[in-house]
């Protein structure tokens, strides 16, 4: 087992910025999320489907909330959209494995949780919580509309790569691809990029 060492948990409470944005050309873009609060900058490499994941998974849990708790008029308080780029230098803290999501009762905020990549499997218990053990990790609270706000601009973000092939939706490159529907070898069902 070894020593292991303790974890790195960059919490964010009141953060000015949360953000996902890319690096890169389309078709060869990196997708980072980045949280700004006072004079503190963490950016972390994850994957374009997590990006989608968890605007969705987001999205889905501001629903659930407003559904149980019923909302105070969450518009009046909406951010404007952020959709400058992101801040440099961009230092990658680390690559994103686990996502986590959680309601905070006590703060009313959405708790968004990326875990680094790591060698051993990750226990669901480590999300969310303190214990020392366990991958670092970059935990965000958002407030309602901070939280739509960030679903908002990574959907776009996520979209704002390569064209669709209206034959079988896979992304264009600049050069042209080779189109799935029209060599009639595979099929492939419209998802991905």
Same mark, same amino acid.
């Given at each position: 087992?070894?020593?292991?060492?303790?974890?790195?948990? =960059?919490?964010?409470?009141?953060?000015?910025?949360?953000?996902?944005?890319?690096?890169?050309?389309?078709?060869?873009?990196?997708?980072?999320?980045?949280?700004?609060?006072?004079?503190?900058?963490?950016?972390?490499?994850?994957?374009?489907?997590?990006?989608?994941?968890?605007?969705?998974?987001?999205?889905?849990?501001?629903?659930?909330?407003?559904?149980?708790?019923?909302?105070?008029?969450?518009?009046?308080?909406?951010?404007?959209?952020?959709?400058?780029?992101?801040?440099?230098?961009?230092?990658?803290?680390?690559?994103?494995?686990?996502?986590?999501?959680?309601?905070?009762?006590?703060?009313?905020?959405?708790?968004?949780?990326?875990?680094?990549?790591?060698?051993?499997?990750?226990?669901?218990?480590?999300?969310?919580?303190?214990?020392?053990?366990?991958?670092?990790?970059?935990?965000?609270?958002?407030?309602?509309?901070?939280?739509?706000?960030?679903?908002?601009?990574?959907?776009?973000?996520?979209?704002?790569?390569?064209?669709?092939?209206?034959?079988?939706?896979?992304?264009?490159?600049?050069?042209? =691809?080779?189109?799935?529907?029209?060599?009639?070898? =595979?099929?492939?069902?419209?998802?991905?990029?």
């Amino acid at each position: 087992m070894g020593l292991a060492m303790s974890r790195v948990i =960059h919490v964010f409470r009141q953060p000015e910025r949360f953000v996902a944005g890319t690096v890169g050309e389309p078709g060869d873009r990196s997708f980072y999320l980045q949280a700004i609060e006072d004079a503190r900058t963490i950016s972390v490499l994850l994957e374009k489907q997590q990006v989608s994941v968890l605007a969705e998974r987001i999205a889905a849990l501001l629903e659930e909330v407003s559904r149980r708790f019923g909302s105070d008029d969450p518009a009046a308080a909406l951010p404007g959209s952020d959709l400058d780029p992101l801040a440099v230098p961009l230092e990658e803290e680390f690559r994103v494995g686990t996502m986590g999501l959680g309601w905070d009762a006590d703060s009313k905020s959405v708790v968004v949780e990326l875990l680094a990549v790591s060698e051993e499997e990750v226990d669901e218990t480590v999300v969310l919580d303190d214990t020392d053990e366990g991958p670092d990790a970059l935990r965000v609270f958002l407030s309602p509309p901070q939280a739509q706000a960030f679903a908002d601009r990574a959907e776009k973000v996520v979209s704002a790569g390569r064209p669709p092939c209206p034959l079988c939706a896979e992304a264009l490159d600049p050069e042209g =691809h080779v189109c799935v529907r029209l060599n009639g070898y =595979h099929q492939r069902s419209p998802v991905g990029d």
